[in-house]
Structure formats: structure tokens, C-alpha cells
């Protein structure tokens, strides 16, 4: 999933579980934040989340 921000940059969401409560959520962070950032989860705080891959959605052209 794609999100645009203030400046109408495409950001990418990534989808989060927390290992301690089961939670998922969702966060919209730019590619180098996503490399970077360890994020919390919201419901308990936890820092102990892992990434789960979410769809792939592939726009090409058809040339006859």
C-alpha cells in the first residue's frame, strides 16, 4: 500500500506484528525510515515487532 504525505511523496505502508501482544498495525515510513526505524508497537509498546510482507501490486504496460 502507498500513502502520500504533505508534499505528495509516495510512501510505502509496512505492515507490523508485536511478538509480545499479537498486534498488527500499520505505519507509513519512507524506504531509508524503514531501514532505520525500530518500531513501537501501539498497543503495548513493545519494541519487539516483526515486518510482515504485505501484497505486491505491479503496474505495467501492455505492448502489442
Keep these: ?3 502520500r504525505d504533505a508534499s505528495q511523496k509516495v510512501m510505502p ?3 507490523y506484528r508485536c511478538e509480545k501482544c499479537g498486534k498488527r498495525f500499520e505505519r507509513t515510513e519512507t ?3 524503514h531501514e ?3 518500531p513501537q508497537c501501539p498497543k503495548c ?3 519487539k515487532v516483526t515486518f510482515v510482507p ?3 501490486f505491479v503496474v505495467t504496460s501492455k505492448k502489442s
Design 45 to 47: 509498546g513493545s519494541r
Design 36 to 38: 532505520r526505524v525500530e
Design 54 to 56: 504485505g501484497r505486491v
Design 13 to 15: 505502508t509496512y505492515q
Design 31 to 33: 524506504i531509508s525510515e
Design 1 to 3: 500500500m502507498v500513502s
